[in-house]
């Protein structure tokens, strides 16, 4: 297809395009008499996932073409391109998530002991991470506002919402279950991730309308 057509069915504006093949987010297409690019599904996909970093993900153009380029790397695993793509979404996260001062702060008292809650959390549910791993500062960070805020209900219910996220996780790898090639599974996993954090977001936003209403339904006069 050429790029008009790449554009109709991708529903990624032809200027956009252009401006990926530049920034080396796109791979180019195949050359064809005479002398005209020609792009295939391989390219929507690609397109597809660019959009979701850039624009759901909110990853900016470097970060989004570091992971491309971890993704495109023939020499790493299936789990070291996970790893690494889905570790790049943490560091996203754990920044956004923390201004300056918490993050000057995390050596604090607080942030130690926050630290310390969520590696209990980890033992008890036996899940095995790494120590570097972003989204186990993340989850301290968030404790520790917690912590300053006074919402330890919240802090209570860890558990509970280790073990929502973990059927979460479940559901995530049991998408991507049969998929044999390994590039369309780490770019179906990615972009599940990042899709999926919002689709999570959103119906969990459903669920606490529907359950608070059963809980607080205001009795019939």
């Known amino acids: 297809m050429r790029m008009a057509e790449l554009s109709r069915v991708s529903g990624v504006p032809v200027a956009t395009i252009k401006y990926y093949l530049r920034e ?5 297409g195949h050359l064809t008499p005479p002398n005209q690019a020609s792009y295939d599904q391989s390219h929507v996909r690609r397109l597809t996932l660019i959009r979701a ?11 989004t073409r570091a992971v491309l380029s971890v993704i495109d790397d023939p020499d790493r695993t299936v789990r070291q391109k996970l790893g ?3 570790g790049s979404l943490g560091d ?28 209990d959390l980890l033992e008890r549910r036996g899940w095995r991470i790494e120590r570097t791993s972003p989204a186990r500062t993340a989850a ?35 998408v991507v279950t049969g998929i044999e090639d390994e590039d369309e599974l780490v770019e ?8 999926g954090d919002a689709l999570l977001a959103a119906l969990r936003r459903l669920a606490q ?3 608070s209403g059963n809980r607080y339904r205001t009795p019939p006069r």
Do not use: C, N, W
């Open 188 to 195: 179906t996993a990615l972009v599940g991730t990042v899709l």
């Open 84 to 86: 690494a793509t889905i």
């Open 53 to 63: 970093l850039t624009d759901v993900g909110g990853m900016s153009i470097a970060t």
């Open 24 to 28: 080396g987010l796109l791979p180019a």
């Open 140 to 174: 301290a960070d968030v404790l520790t506002r917690l912590d300053r805020l006074g919402q330890h209900r919240a802090i209570a219910a860890l558990d509970r919402y280790a073990e929502a996220a973990e059927v979460a996780a479940e559901t995530d790898l049991d």
């Open 92 to 119: 996203l996260q754990a920044g956004a998530g923390a201004d300056k001062t918490d993050r000057a702060d995390r050596t604090g008292e607080e942030h130690v002991q926050a630290a310390k809650t969520v590696d």
């Open 209 to 211: 309308e529907h359950v």
